[in-house]
């Protein structure tokens, strides 16, 4: 079948495209921004890449009409602001009218488990998304998750920066809610299977782990598959704000993604009944089983996507082209350069920087400017990196976002997301031997200006040990 992957570089489109094309599908990877994929080489056979963006009708006549089916995976539950909701309304109505336009018979749909009385904004959201989507001239499956337990997750990674930095937690009541989780592994499979599945067309189904756990159980069962001991005190005063803002300082996640998450905990998930496991011959991973596999990729480096890297997404929104090409009027440039005997090892050391291996100089002052960041709501250094020792661009780096990153050519281009009174780009590579090193900053008004000349003495500190350290000098 030819089918149109939305949402291709995302947490499950990323992990569903190898999936699909190893079983002879051809696949139309729909991206908002073409340089932010990369098609493993394996693949590129089966493979087509198109720019759509749903939320503007401009880009929809790119999609091919020849297409068997869809998967519909787009949501916008990480966008700063309220309007999330109307956001994914749009997106879905353009969505459905744009396939209706096509040959496509199938469309699936990964939403969440929405069978309480009153529903997060969230969660609401995911069932009017589902509703819109049914007026397409198509059969439409819908799979209803909760928690997805998966290496890179947002459940998996806010669970774990919870039991890891906290002996004891101090906890709000949506802790004892219950909910079932269900390991990514498989959601992959029932993804797969719906499509080969006649009579799952126009059917929606909650698809869970064997698992019924209250938020606490989960806590305490990662402690225990981890060997840790963690206590947990229930506590009534914590109020949603308050929650939220606790989940933003402790974990990777942004406050607006925090609030919404905070939110959504208040609802049990908890999947009705259905045979679609036996129907397809799945067999459900347990809670602590999930965790270990998890685990499992991320001992071997082999995190294919994470959810950390549709943080800020404002950036990817509007395109990394618009970035890669720096910016030379009316900038402020710190421009180093060292010699170097082994580019090899330099380009290793340069693609491992940041997240645990930190910033080869001066990392107690890096933690701070990251803490000061978090304070004003910006994005820190908690977001880590996906991979110890590979980039691609669109990848989060820290407080970065990789806009170029090319191994052969010795290039690396980041763009700064922390909260600045302007844009900063910092660049390294490689020529002839000569290691470089260029920060560049667009101010923005008077206070840019004041911001670069108060941080202009600690690039004399930071930048020339960070280089001297990398060059191996």
Request: aromatic letters at 10%; proline letters at 4%; glycine letters at 8%.
């Amino acid at each position: 079948m030819k089918i149109l992957l939305t949402g291709a570089n995302g947490y499950i489109g990323s992990r569903l495209l190898p999936l699909l094309a190893k079983k002879g599908h051809h696949v139309v990877c729909g991206v908002r921004d073409k340089h932010r994929f990369s098609v493993p080489y394996s693949l590129l056979s089966n493979v087509t890449v198109i720019e759509v963006d749903f939320s503007n009708e401009q880009t929809l006549s790119n999609i091919p009409k020849d297409i068997d089916a869809a998967y519909y995976l787009i949501h916008s539950m990480t966008a700063s602001g309220s309007d999330f909701d109307s956001i994914e309304k749009k997106c879905a109505e353009n969505f459905a009218h744009a396939i209706s336009n096509t040959h496509a018979k199938r469309v699936v749909y990964l939403s969440g488990i929405v069978n309480e009385q009153q529903l997060s904004k969230h969660l609401a959201s995911r069932y009017e998304v589902e509703k819109t989507l049914q007026l397409g001239s198509y059969s439409l499956t819908t799979l209803r998750a909760g928690i997805i337990v998966g290496s890179g997750s947002s459940s998996f990674e806010i669970i774990r920066d919870l039991v890891e930095k906290l002996p004891f937690m101090v906890a709000p009541k949506w802790i004892k809610t219950r909910c079932q989780p269900i390991a990514i592994g498989n959601v992959l499979g029932f993804l797969i299977g719906v499509l080969d599945t006649p009579h799952t067309a126009g059917k929606s189904y909650d698809i869970g782990g064997p698992d019924v756990l209250s938020y606490k159980d989960m806590l305490l069962r990662f402690a225990k598959v981890r060997n840790l001991k963690r206590y947990i005190q229930v506590v009534p005063v914590l109020t949603p704000k308050l929650s939220s803002y606790w989940l933003y300082f402790v974990t990777a996640t942004s406050y607006s993604l925090a609030k919404n998450l905070v939110d959504s905990m208040s609802v049990e998930v908890i999947c009705r009944p259905n045979s679609l496991a036996d129907d397809l011959g799945i067999e459900l991973t347990s809670y602590e089983d999930a965790i270990g596999a998890a685990f499992d990729k991320i001992d071997h480096n082999q995190v294919i996507s994470s959810w950390k890297d549709a943080l800020n997404s404002n950036l990817l929104k509007k395109g990394l082209s618009n970035y890669i090409q720096i910016p030379s009027h009316g900038c402020f440039r710190d421009y180093r350069q060292v010699s170097i005997q082994d580019p090899r090892i330099c380009i290793d050391k340069i693609w491992r920087i940041g997240g645990d291996t930190g910033w080869y100089y001066a990392n107690g002052l890096w933690k701070i400017r990251g803490f000061l960041d978090q304070l004003v709501g910006g994005v820190g250094l908690k977001r880590g990196r996906r991979s110890s020792s590979e980039l691609k661009p669109g990848d989060t780096l820290d407080c970065w976002r990789v806009l170029y990153a090319d191994k052969q050519e010795g290039r690396l281009l980041l763009y700064a997301e922390m909260k600045l009174p302007g844009e900063a780009w910092l660049e390294f590579f490689i020529n002839k031997g000569i290691l470089h090193q260029r920060a560049t900053f667009r101010p923005r008004g008077v206070s840019g200006r004041l911001y670069w000349w108060a941080v202009f003495p600690f690039h004399g500190i930071i930048f020339k040990g960070m280089l001297k350290n990398i060059a191996g000098k």
